[in-house]
């Protein structure tokens, strides 16, 4: 019997609520052995509060010395296994520029590149356009038609581009089309299966029609596509858990990833600020809420300490007006690590807490990589999170007599 | 490799005795954020021994935040995966009265009803009865005769029986007659493969003659059947591990779930001293010992932290006449936690401990939950512990060259 098997059979209704936080990118490392992490460094006198009375631990995204993308990293926080179910890379690209992916598309990473007379590549991004250049031949790009299926053009920036065919049967079982090198003519689209075969002619077709509409540009005349994807085919959260979700994210990447598993999207705002007060004006109309904080992230990736502890504080400083509300179950803990030092996702565990009146207290006193190293949740995976959140919810029945 | 195959091969002779002490639901909960646990808070002087001399550490049942039933709880310690072994529910409630279920049987829990004169359900529990009169009604129904099959039924208490048909090639693939409501009429069995078919025609013959049989009843004139189940093909304890277990239990469901797995149920007299005492006259007899303390779990179901607190102490009272035997592993933990905060069993990871001349010894002083967290031992799978005690009795050998 699998996970979600299991769920199913033990779910039970409540009207309790479960609020996850996700600091993306939480986990971070010390400059030098011995030192502090950034989350070690932060003024976090809510958050230790948490951990004092609920129970803290450490979450493996997926195993350890993987390091997770984000939409691995948050399947996993939403109880989908990231090892089985993958999610292609046109999709993900969609969902990052907030295009509403459907069952029936097949979403395609493109980008525009320079062909010589000859149709060999001489620059595979075409000179690197800024995005409005990028804007400009999308719009011509838009103009394309293929009869039996629905095309849609997006604009990502500089060279690369979305591509979505939308159509009953397709497969995406396609060979990227870029050949990886200049001086080579892109390759032709082929399908690995009848379905997928339909996509690549499709396929074939759209790429000789930009070679028409685009004879005329300089840099841009051409195009490669890659990572052709089709939507997950995905239980939702609602049939899952029999949980109504909530997400409240900034940005779309986010917003594509909670919508996958069936999330209403909420308008969030722009801030934390924005996004508490979010979470407070629905409060009363769904019992899970999914609150996404970018910036723990982002320092991280600009491998800004300091910048990062910072952000962490706000974070921090956030957290009783969302206490305030009284969750039956808080989470807070992050997608992966994301430590300044390496300016990159990484794999090390990312500090976990749960604050629920059936939480086992630990002897934590402060919420820190190191103090999640003792703490009662141990370390775990962080696929079997929602199980705890649900128990914790008392939404999970017993498992046989 | 499954874990079966690999012990099967890599297990040797031994003439070491191994003793598992389950303390049912001994894991608890502090009644307030940062207080004591009732394990913490019990006088444990021989436990505290056990856990400076050996190792300890937390043990999950099933999965993070999956609460077991008492089946599932022990198979894991018992070292079969409670995600596939699964046991039906008529078989529980059959071992739960101590009916003797064989690999020829479909068990099944029987409800009386009361039927009005158009045949549907008026009362679905027939007034609640008494069990002296559910004893009587039994006994009518034991006038049943089904050609070709041996029936058995069997009170159980108030409204309750259980039902079991015996003979070649029957199946458990049965729907539960019980409409789930008043105002219906009882649902017909059906069976959904071929040998299920077949006892669903039992089952219908069988409810047809209880209307004849109990047709002058007042309340109890009909009668729904539910959780039809066959015996589960388990590789017996003798096969898995090659040792020669005894079960000393004194509650019918315990002995029911040892003689699933093949154990010698001993008559095991009434209390923990009659255990014991028990235990001291077999121990030359057999090389594995399942000892099952009840009141740990019946006084957390009760809600009763004081009285918990004192059948641990009680629980605490007998190790050092059990370790007189010297065992040469003696393990103690439970099938699954029952806060008395919760009233109920519950997904938190269990207190356990193993001492044993190869024990890697820990740092720990105490036996509580807090310290396990620290053990040496870790969180652990409960299905891991059975790897754990042949390892330690030198019944394991070297896997690979």
Known sequence: MNIHELIRDLREPARTKIVLLVADGLGGLPLKPGGKTELETAARPNLDACAREGAIGLSTPVLPGITPGSGPGHLALFGYDPLEYRIGRGVLEALGINFPVGAKDVAIRGNFCTLGPDG??????????????????VNKLRTIKVPGVEVFVEPVKEHRFVLV????????????????????????AEGADPASAKTAAVANEFIAKTQEVLKNEKDANG???????????????????????????????????????????????????????????????????????????????????????????????????????KPDVL???????????????????????????????????????RTCLHGGLGQFQAVHLMLLAMAHAGRLGKYGA
């Open 165 to 188: 065919f939308r159509a009953d049967g397709l497969g995406g079982q396609v060979n990227d089309t870029d050949p990886q090198m200049v001086g080579a003519v892109p390759l032709k």
């Open 223 to 325: 195009c490669t596509l890659r990572g052709f994807a089709t939507y997950p085919n995905i239980i939702t959260f609602a049939d899952l858990y029999g949980l109504k979700p909530a997400a409240i994210a900034v940005y779309p990447m986010y917003k594509g990833l909670a919508r996958l598993v069936g999330m209403d999207i909420l308008d969030a705002g722009q801030t934390l600020a924005d996004q508490v007060a979010t979470l407070k004006r629905v409060w009363n109309d769904y019992d899970f809420f999914f609150l996404h904080y970018k910036y723990t992230d982002s320092t991280g990736e600009d491998g800004n300490f300091p910048e990062k502890v910072k952000k962490i504080e706000q974070f921090d400083a956030a957290i009783p007006e969302i206490r305030a509300l």
């Open 331 to 369: 989470i807070v803990t992050g997608d992966h690590s994301t430590p300044s030092k390496m300016k990159s996702h990484s794999w090390h565990p990312v500090p976990t807490l749960i604050v629920a009146d059936t939480a086992r207290t630990d002897d934590a006193t402060e919420f820190s990589e």
């Open 120 to 137: 060999k590549i001489t620059d595979r991004r075409a000179g690197r356009p800024t995005t409005e250049r990028c804007i400009e031949v």
